[in-house]
């Protein structure tokens, strides 16, 4: 009884199932270089859309931890250093601000192109990097960005701002802060001053914290007009605007690219059709030995799925790879316009899934439809004329 | 019960060719191996990007507070993008040691315009 039950019992797949596979690998080379085709197309097209995309939410969801407001002083001539006592004095005057603290930053030479540096209070660092440094810069000595040297850490670095100076390397810092660290020096903060010309008492800017994050823009009146001088503030918002409209940029470039891709789906569309058009003879062959259109519009259904879901998932797996794998940098060259070592990206996955999906489905959809069209059509006509109809063609 | 499937499916052919034979054949084995495979490949690179992901974003979180960083190194120093307020329609605040200055002043000084004299 056990053992005819066991007979009985039925396996997850079905004939119908079976009959998809055989048909498929009847034609071993024709059905993998559909998969090949489908896998390229969904992997250019995912790869394009998803890294603005990552980007963007990326540094959106850094920019969190970033100062709210950053306040310049400027004239007809640009950037002006700020007078640090009577700055912060005017800046705390304002209702709403929470903190204030001047920053002492600028561009310098160094020997590869323009750097950042970036003066350092004593004591900040080892905060900071808790786990990954525990010094923080004397004079002569700088911690640099994963991008800045490739060489020996007991290798000097030469910095060339109002003056030239050359400063040991005592550490660099994580490449996961690359995306904000890249080309970065934190010198001791009296060095930065020397090297960008700034007096005692002097700052770059102003790095403003508010109580609420809706105060950014509502408090950025009475900034303003609390400094005897003009100034320029720029809010995290505003930071966030401008990198997602760069990003965007990038993204319509990318949608461009995508046009080609497109194109190949609309081929392997044509050719799918022709395909199945072709084999009218095998739908009329099934009708005249008694399968029903459902059978024959599901056996088709598996015989596509068969080939379009692995390639979709090898696609959509390595667009997630070529994008997501931890310290990815190749897309830096081809879109952040750098000649040399590009930023090491360590992007946010979240809502990737979604729009691999929604480009997988765009390039299967139509795909499975061709295949699927043909049989429904069939449905009506004779099995005799299908197997003629084929004959005579 | 493959087997089974098998001698069915045989018997439901019409007229097999003897030329087809070899590829006339069902891989049901290989067949499942590429979709748990795939599978497998999607879940442990999901996994993967995942758990790195928002280590890094804690740690690069960590050091802007701290620093008070405003601008994101995704664009070389002194290119337009790096910096939101660089942006400025009516003066060029770009500040790049390879623009042409117009003033050599103490504030170029800073922002190290007088470098394109190189």
């Known amino acids: 009884m056990k053992n005819s039950a066991k007979r009985l019992k039925r396996p997850w797949f079905s004939t119908l199932q079976l009959w998809a596979f055989r048909s498929v690998f009847r034609r071993p080379l024709e059905t993998m270089l559909m998969a090949t085709a489908l896998t390229v197309s969904i992997t250019c097209v995912g790869t394009l859309l998803l890294f603005p995309r990552a980007v963007n939410d990326t540094v959106d969801k850094l920019l969190e931890a970033a100062p709210d407001i950053i306040l310049r002083q400027v004239d007809a001539t640009g950037w002006k250093p700020l007078p640090i006592q009577r700055a912060m004095q005017a800046a705390k005057t304002v209702v709403g601000v929470v903190s204030v603290r001047p920053r002492v930053w600028g561009l310098v030479l160094g020997p590869e192109g323009p750097l950042t540096i970036f003066g350092v209070q004593q004591g900040v660092l080892p905060e900071a990097y808790r786990h990954h440094l525990t010094l923080s810069p004397d004079r002569g000595q700088a911690i640099v960005g994963p991008g800045v040297v490739s060489r020996q850490l007991t290798e000097n670095l030469q910095l060339e701002g109002v003056h030239r100076d050359d400063f040991q390397v005592i550490a660099r810092l994580p490449d996961e802060t690359s995306m904000f660290t890249h080309d970065l020096v934190l010198l001791n903060i009296l060095d930065a001053r020397r090297l960008l010309g700034l007096a005692d008492g002097y700052a770059s800017d102003l790095a403003i914290d508010v109580f609420h994050e809706s105060e950014q823009q509502a408090i950025l009146s009475d900034l303003r007009a609390a400094f005897p001088w003009p100034v320029r503030c720029t809010t995290k918002r505003q930071s966030a605007g401008v990198y997602a409209g760069g990003l965007n940029r990038i993204g319509t470039l990318g949608a461009i690219t995508v046009i080609p891709a497109v194109l190949a789906v609309c081929l392997l569309v044509t050719v799918s059709i022709r395909k199945s058009m072709g084999r009218q003879s095998d739908l009329g062959i099934m009708k005249a030995i008694g399968w029903s259109t459902g059978d024959i519009v599901r056996m088709r259904l598996y015989g596509e799925l068969i080939v379009c879901l692995p390639a979709a998932a090898f696609g959509m797996s390595l667009s997630f790879l070529l994008v997501y794998w931890p310290g990815v940098n190749w897309m830096g060259r081809l879109f952040f316009g750098w000649q040399a070592l590009p930023p090491i990206l360590y992007l946010n996955p979240e809502g990737a899934v979604t729009v691999l999906l929604e480009v997988a489905g765009l390039i299967l959809a139509p795909l499975i439809a061709s295949a699927l069209i043909p049989a429904v059509k069939a449905a009506t006509v004779d099995a005799y004329e299908l197997i003629e109809g084929a004959g005579g063609s | ?118």
């Open chain 2, 1 to 118: 019960m493959v087997k089974n499937y098998r001698q069915k499916d045989a018997e439901m052919r019409i007229s097999p060719s003897a030329s087809r034979e070899n590829y006339d054949r069902l891989y049901p084995h290989g067949l499942l191996a590429i979709v748990l495979l795939s599978a497998a490949f999607v879940a442990v690179m999901t996994v993967l990007s995942i758990d790195t992901g928002q280590d890094s974003i804690d740690m690069t979180q960590t050091v802007i507070k701290h620093l008070g960083l405003s601008t994101a190194a995704l664009f070389p120093s002194g290119h337009a993008l790096r910096d939101p307020i660089y942006l400025n329609p009516a003066i060029d605040l770009r500040h790049g040691p390879n623009l042409p200055s117009i003033i050599y002043s103490p504030e170029e000084w800073m922002h190290g315009g007088f470098l394109n004299e190189r």
